[in-house]
């Protein structure tokens, strides 16, 4: 995921926006484990908060699911339906 300081959209609307647009794309497939907020914002230069609160957003719209010791997962229903076998 590309988190750009230099085009005057928020840090936290990039990370959101990315990753709704990978879980409903199917590229975080249903059930996927995301990374710890920790992680994450390790990983793309942010703060922890901002990577947490993003997480708990889209918890409330039901992109993700989290259960403490398990992680923070792709929920179902909102990933790219699956694509029918063709014969």
Known sequence: MDIRRDIGVPLRAQ???????????????????????????????LSRGLVHECYGQLQAEGYLTGVV?????VAAGMAAPEKPATG
């Open 15 to 45: 990370l959101e926006g990315g990753l709704r647009a990978a879980i409903r794309s199917g590229r975080l497939p249903v059930g996927e484990r995301l990374p710890s907020s920790r992680e994450l914002a390790r990983r793309l230069g």
């Open 69 to 73: 010791g398990s992680g923070t997962r």
